[in-house]
């Protein structure tokens, strides 16, 4: 039988505001280009008050695209006005990913697929624990909670300065999901066997507190999520007290994968040459 996706051209797009710090068209040209696949991936620029406009031509079908990722403010929009935002979108109220099927506006989240698919490609075996810290309760520790809760870690400890945010997120990811301050970390370190890094701390030209990772599970890995700059304050701690670290490159990079399929019906790989080709654009 004839595919038509082999010949027919397909657009996707990216959406924020603003969107032109976003790299994932670098990511998706990458693969566009390595596949041979006719199609384009670009920035689009929408403003708060332009996103409905935009999600109901894309539903239309007027503007032309089989979908798209959408980013910072338009998250919790998109999900709202998706026909069928999935069941990993319908909890965190955010979707990043837009595909249309049948002239329905589909919707997911990706970010904790990339999470792991980082984790299990640099630190294959990380989830023989049975106890994560996460540190953040911000937008960016969502994701990751409940990707790593569906994992099946059995206690996921949420430390955050503002309690209430972490214990907002205790209450929306169920039992297995605790909340503290920053004064527990100690405490809740202990034989942990994942440590993730969500905040900023260490990033906003204040030198980072110095972290004791010491009490983690001896074979325990640390990461962060930030990927600029690659080498995080924190991983460079963790990773002078003898711990395996992973940087968050992997995630931003993962995280693409399940759209470009949704689109353009190949499934990509993340490789080294796409880790390079980000790297030298920053
Ligand atoms: P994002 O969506 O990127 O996660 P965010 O929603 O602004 O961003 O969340 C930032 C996270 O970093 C929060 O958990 C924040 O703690 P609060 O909830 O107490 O604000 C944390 N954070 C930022 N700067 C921090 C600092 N100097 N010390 C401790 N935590 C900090």
Redesign the pocket.
Known sequence: MHDSRETSARHAFVTGYPVKHSRSPLIHGHWLEKLGLAGSYTRQEVSPEDFAGFISRLKSGESGFVGGNVTIPHKETAYRLADRPDALSEELGASNTLWLEGGRLCATNTDGYGFLANLDAAAPGWNRTDRAVIL??????RAIIQAVRDRGVGEIHVV???VA?AQELADRFGPKVHAHGMEALAEVTKEAGLFVN????GMDGEAAPDFDFSPLASDAVVTDIVYVPLVAPILRQASAQGFATVDGLGMLLHQAVPGFEKWFGVRPTVDAALRNLILADM
Do not use: H, V, Y
Request: proline share 0%; net charge positive.
């Open positions: 953040g309760a911000g937008g960016a520790s955050n300065r503002t945010r969500t905040t900023s701390l």
